[in-house]
């Protein structure tokens, strides 16, 4: 810029800062511009577009002028844009000094850089060409070292593959203990190339050559039996060992064979170099056994590096079998081992057969999963090497259908002993169940198995010295193999141990063991038909198996054994004299002395019920079941009853089951206060009052002597039970039935979400046959007593004589004496069967039922003496003892009955003074007659006009007396409103 300026000092700043281009040019040569717009270089905004343009401009204005005023214009415009220029670069400089001298001293370096880069580039340029010239002069010499240095390398590769192949043996042996299997392979195939090609001419290495070959040989063996150990064992350690782990593992990231999509080969021939995929696969600074699957795809490709694929394919399908069996042995070992202490004696547990084989089952389930879980892992890693075409299958690849039907097939032998399956079939097919209604006469008539008596053992050994030591040392043996088994040890065989294993059980086989088992069984049906996926409709053979056998055998089988607890409790001479153990009727939670049989209905019901929870996919076939069981034990509980009311066919039923039958006395019977009591059919709230009692106790005694009366007759003892214990048993099968009904109603309710509409309505309507047969046997109950109590008192009037005129005995009359006893009787079979308030339905109100048969029975005495008034009240007295005995109570009416028989010590004209002074007691045909009892008592008092009279005005007393009474309990109660 300075050299454009025309002076030195023409507008120029003398503060010696270095100065830059800007646009100060521009603006001041603006003016310049404007005054000449043909100007060359300058736009119209009066910016540089071309310097040198401008100054070819400016040269071509002062040559064409032609004096020297133009140049001095010119001169003088320029250095006045210069002079501006100037001063706007000074301002520019001065406003921005840091950023310029930083850009400057940068450029500065930069300037040195490049300074020296051209001066090395010279002198490499001068090296190079010296370099040609002298290479140009030596070029035969040097092609003569070049070949000496390549052999001389390969001599030096040569001496390195020869140290390598005489350490590789030792080093394939520290791999295959390391279990780092594909550099084994590896290093094995990379010797024996090495060997059989640059090697193949040195004898020397003839033994080594042997060596390895014989290991490669026998490689595949032993990768086949680690996959094989990896597959049915280590994999289930290894997952126990990361569930027992308390610090989670991170996740190793699995690689995948088929993730190596080229076809690899081994091109380094040099030993010890391995590939991308060992270096992937194997991590020399890791165990191994950290990861199974992992092994398993190490494993795949090692027997692939050596083309043993199918060698290990067609070993691992064949010994499948014998693999899944030596898990289902090493696993019942196991879980039986659990209940042996370290001594060989057996701990004490509560668990019971079914138990341990569900735990045997759960093992055998986590097992099998782990098993196909291995599989899938290794058939993917085959399908792998196929898909990149670095394997060519020569046979057929065994797919997972293979695997699970194996499993299956296993699970089947092993279900089919522990459940007895074959012997439950046999036992199945010769008897019928309860859906086949056998009938009750068949029992009788087909004759029992008769059974070989067993011979006693007189000696056992099982705990002997010397059979304690001898399974002590089988199950340190059965561990040692196992053991042996997960680390891939040698194990001790010996056919003692074989067999010890092969026979060893958890439990007895029983066909009801199926229950424990359904629902994890189910499960993993489920989840087997899930993974080979199965459509709907279609189903693995274990699932066919499992079916077949509930169907046929079980369902049979629980059918028979029901059916023989129920004949054997029920089918005998007299049910209802069989009572069930206390110990059973407390298991049961209930206090009430029940029948033998109905505790076994009971138990085989529930046992149903737990049928259907466990089976639930079977419940239909075990509510099926109880409902035909319900509705037989009704049948021959109607049975039962019938054969005591009614024994015989050809005879009528007893007269107290007759009258149940009858709805006038049922109905009446359950209209009673008393009845309503015992039912529970009165409210909570309801406080019981002993004047309902008492009215409801003379409404029954008014009924029974008017339907005596009416039916006109005879009450023979033919018509009542002569024997208690039937009463008894009735008594108990009333308990039994009504218990039953409850216990159904609760059935059904635990069953109403799986039971159908018809199941639900036929247990129901059973229950309630239950409840009335119950009611119908405490009826019968209620009237039978009653009815002995008038068949007796009715006999003492018929047989008994009152017209004493002489010394009598004291004891009161026989008939009395033998109703006592048989109150006594029922007092002694009913109050430990019967509860309290039933016990007292059936007592309480025989008082007002004697005392009203003896007041009736009056009229049919013919005479009575004071001797025969007195017998008569020591009857009422032993009856009033004996009663107060039972109910605990004063039974006021027999004190009204001794006192109605007292009036006949008064004189026939006293009666009417003493019904004034003493008021009415009794009704207006008891003091009648009472009255006429009197007069045939004694003969001379009066005319039959004057008897007549006697009663007339005895009426008319009792009739006022009554009305006077009646009157004045309304005034009282006039009074109590009031109030």
């Known amino acids: 810029m300075s050299s454009l300026k025309p002076s030195a000092g023409s507008g120029s700043s003398s503060s010696g800062k270095p100065r830059t281009p800007s646009r100060g040019w521009t603006s001041s040569t603006s003016s310049y511009s404007s005054s000449s717009p043909a100007t060359a270089g300058v736009g119209r905004a009066g910016f540089i577009r071309d310097p040198s343009g401008l100054l070819m401009s400016i040269i071509r204005t002062l040559s064409a002028s032609d004096g020297d005023h133009q140049r001095d214009v010119e001169r003088e415009r320029l250095e006045e844009a210069f002079a501006e220029t100037d001063e706007k670069l000074d301002n520019l400089i001065s406003e921005n000094y840091e950023e310029v001298a930083m850009t400057i001293k940068r450029f500065s370096r ?174 020399n600074s890791k165990p191994a056994d950290d990861d199974p699957k992992q092994l398993m795809t190490v494993l795949v490709e090692s027997l692939n590096r050596i083309g043993r694929v199918g060698d290990m394919l067609e070993h691992t399908k064949a010994r499948m079998d014998r693999h899944i069996s030596m898990i289902v042995s090493h696993s019942t070992v196991e879980v039986t081992d659990q209940y042996f202490n370290t001594d060989g004696t057996a701990k004490t547990d509560d668990t019971d057969g079914s138990q341990r084989l569900l735990q045997l089952l759960n093992t055998l389930f986590s097992k099998f999963k782990l098993v196909a879980e291995a599989h899938a892992h290794v058939l993917a890693q085959v399908n792998g090497l196929v898909t990149t075409g670095r394997l060519q299958p020569s046979g057929t690849i065994y797919e997972m259908e293979t695997v699970w039907a194996k499993i299956q097939t296993v699970l089947q032998v092993l279900l089919n002993e522990y459940l007895d399956a074959d012997n439950v079939q046999v036992a199945s097919q010769q008897q019928v169940g309860f859906s086949e209604h056998a009938s009750l006469s068949s029992h009788f008539t087909r004759k029992r198995a008769q059974h070989r008596p067993q011979a006693a053992k007189l000696f056992r050994f099982d705990r002997s010295s010397h059979a304690i030591s001898m399974n002590n040392y089988l199950r340190e043996q059965r561990a040692q193999l196992r053991h042996s088994a997960l680390t891939g040890g040698e194990a001790p065989t010996s056919p003692m141990l074989e067999h010890a294993m092969s026979t060893q059980k958890v439990c007895q086989p029983n066909a009801r063991n199926i229950t424990a088992i359904f629902a994890p069984l189910k499960l993993f049906i489920a989840d087997i038909e899930q993974v080979l996926g199965y459509k709907q409709g279609r189903r693995c053979s274990l699932h066919e198996f499992i079916t077949d056998y509930i169907q046929d055998n079980f369902i049979r089988h629980i059918q028979y054994v029901l059916k023989k607890e129920f004949d054997n409790a029920m089918k ?98 359950r209209k009673l206060e008393s009845w309503r009591v015992v039912n529970g059919l009165l409210p909570s709230s309801t406080k019981l009052d002993e004047k309902p009692l008492e009215n409801s106790y003379n409404n029954e005694a008014k009924f029974f002597i008017h339907k005596i009366e009416e039916s006109s007759l005879e009450i023979g003892r033919h018509l009542l039970l002569d024997d208690i214990g039937d009463l008894r048993a009735i008594a108990c099968l009333h308990e039994s039935v009504e218990w039953m009904s409850v216990r159904l109603n609760e059935f059904i309710k635990k069953i109403r979400h799986q039971a159908c509409a018809d199941t639900t309505a036929l247990l129901t309507r059973l229950a309630d046959d239950y409840q009335r047969l119950s009611e119908e046997c405490l009826m019968t109950m209620h009237v039978e007593v009653r009815l002995n109590c008038c068949q007796r008192i009715k006999a003492m009037f018929r047989e008994s004589n009152f017209d004493i005129r002489g010394a009598d005995s004291l004891e009161p009359d026989l008939p009395i004496r033998a109703l006592t006893a048989d109150l006594k009787k029922v007092q002694e079979h009913l109050s430990d069967v019967l509860e309290s308030s039933k016990f007292k339905y059936i007592t309480e109100g025989v008082g007002h039922l004697v005392a009203a048969l003896l007041i009736d029975g009056a009229r049919h005495v013919m005479r009575m003496s004071v001797s025969g008034i007195k017998k008569m009240c020591r009857n009422v007295f032993s009856l009033q003892q004996c009663l107060t005995n039972i109910t605990l109570s004063r039974e006021a009416p027999l004190d009204m009955t001794r006192q109605y028989y007292e009036l006949m010590y008064l004189a026939p004209d006293d009666i009417q003074p003493h019904v004034v002074e003493h008021g009415v007691k009794f009704n207006e045909t008891d003091y009648v007659e009472a009255l006429r009892l009197i007069h045939r008592s004694k003969p001379g008092a009066g005319h039959p006009n004057a008897q007549s009279a006697r009663v007339q005005r005895l009426r008319s007393i009792v009739s006022e007396q009554l009305e006077k009474k009646v009157r004045q309990e309304e005034l009282c109660s006039l009074d109590d409103v009031e109030v």
């Not at 580039?121 to 070949?147: A, G, I, T």
């Not at 009572?579 to 019901?605: E, F, N, R, W």
């Not at 079977?618 to 054969?643: N, P, W």
């Open 110 to 283: 930069i300037a040195e850089q490049i300074a020296t880069s051209r001066t090395r580039v010279k002198k490499v340029r001068e090296n190079l060409q010296q370099c040609k010239s002298l290479l140009y002069c030596r070029q035969d010499e040097l092609r003569k070292l070049w070949v000496e240095g390549v052999e001389y390398k390969k001599v030096l590769f040569l001496l390195d593959q020869i140290e390598k192949v005489k350490v590789a043996p030792h080093q394939i042996d520290c791999y295959l203990k390391d279990k780092h299997y594909l550099h084994a392979t590896v290093l094995i195939n990379q010797a024996l190339s090495a060997l059989q090609n640059q090697l193949i001419s040195v004898e020397a290495f003839n033994d080594i050559r042997n060596e390895v070959m014989s290991k490669k040989l026998r490689l595949h063996e032993t990768f086949i039996n680690e996959l094989h150990q990896l597959i049915y064992f280590k994999s289930f350690a290894a997952s126990k060992r990361a569930a027992a782990s308390k610090s989670p593992v991170a996740a190793t990231k699995l690689v995948d064979l088929a993730s190596f999509t080229s076809l690899l080969e081994e091109n380094s021939e040099e030993i010890g170099v391995f590939d991308q995929v060992v270096k992937a696969l194997e991590d």
């Open 572 to 669: 005998v001479t007299d049910p209802l004299k069989i009572i069930a153990d206390p110990s059973v009727c407390k298991h049961l939670g209930t206090s009430k002395t029940l029948l033998h049989g109905v505790t076994v209905a009971d138990q085989c019901l529930w046992y149903l019920y737990d049928l259907t929870c466990s089976l639930d996919s079977y419940h239909d076939h075990f509510l099926t079941m109880a409902c035909s069981l319900t509705q037989e034990y009704k049948e021959i509980s109607v049975q039962s009853f019938r054969g005591i009311v009614q024994p015989d066919p050809e005879h009528s039923r007893l007269m107290s089951a007759d009258w149940i039958m009858q709805s006038e006395v049922n109905e009446q019977l």
